[in-house]
């Protein structure tokens, strides 16, 4: 019996081909059901000034001016400033969304954050988070959910600029949904936007297939820079350990089959 195993995303799954005969290269697919779902909230507004954003700051002793170093988004941070749940997805209950930034600045950082529009593809204003600094520092700046307007108004796509000393230095692109990954499971096919026969041990002759069955709902994300909602990519190893087959994957804005969509209501790839 050799062990198999596909990793995708931030998971992996394995399962068994019984039998030391040689698996032979087989036909896959990759689907996208446009099932785009427009939501009917509220619009969000920004009426709590600085209640709505927070930032904290702490100096460090080294790194020269004018530099950006690491940034990423992340559910919270340690006491070494290092990330704690580093994602693009976050979950209407979440507490809050955190930018977390390594920067040297003379004056001001800077962060403007924006949602999708309801009825076309522009960005609409939410809240700015300010440091006053000079130095090198860590700094996290965010936005709270639970509580606040995020939390009532998803699934949405977001996105935050960055300015250090008032020049735009980058972009990060992250959702608000109550959806996410939903399912991960091989299976021994995928029939409307279904999988078939889930199990995780496969048998040389009987089954003509191995299907992975990914199912990620209300997906809002979408990046501007890429032009992409999500990006994916699926590896498939031998039991020896060797890459047997990679298949990358990205899916089209929603707001290209309908400008008042929010999200896909699901995508899948098997």
């Known amino acids: 019996m050799n062990t198999w195993k596909v990793v995708g995303w931030i998971l992996f799954v394995s399962f068994c081909l019984v039998s030391p005969v040689a698996v032979s ?16 909230t509220p619009v969000i507004s920004a009426t709590g000034g600085g209640a709505l954003g927070f930032s904290e700051v702490e ?20 006491s070494n400033w290092d990330p704690v749940y580093p994602t693009t997805i976050f979950k209407n209950n979440d507490e809050k969304v955190i930018l977390l930034m390594t920067v040297v600045v003379n004056s001001k950082v800077e962060s403007r954050w924006f949602y999708r529009s309801d009825s076309s593809k522009s960005w609409v204003y939410y ?17 709270g ?13 977001w996105k935050v600029d960055v300015f250090l000393d008032y020049e735009y230095k980058f972009s990060e692109f992250f959702e608000i949904t109550d959806g996410g990954l939903e399912q991960c499971v091989t299976c021994s096919d995928v029939v409307n936007a ?18 992975l069955y990914v199912k990620i709902t209300h997906a809002a994300y979408f990046n501007a820079a890429t032009n992409h909602c999500n990006d994916a990519k699926v590896v498939w190893y031998s039991p020896n350990g060797n890459i047997y087959k990679q298949l990358n994957i990205y899916w089209r804005d929603y707001k290209d089959i309908d400008e008042t969509s929010d999200y896909w209501g699901f995508i899948y790839t098997s």
């Open 25 to 40: 290269q087989s036909t896959s697919g990759v689907f996208l059901e446009p099932a785009a779902d427009p939501t009917d």
């Open 59 to 78: 100096p460090i002793p080294y790194l020269s001016r004018a530099t950006v170093g690491r940034h990423v988004m992340c559910k919270g941070r340690d």
């Open 127 to 143: 809240t700015s988070v300010t440091s006053y600094v000079s130095g090198s520092y860590y700094i996290a700046h965010g936005i």
């Open 145 to 157: 959910i639970n509580g606040y307007l995020p939390g009532n108004n998803f699934p949405r796509g």
């Open 194 to 211: 279904q999988p078939v026969g889930v199990k995780s041990v496969f048998k040389i002759g009987v089954d003509d297939k191995v299907a």
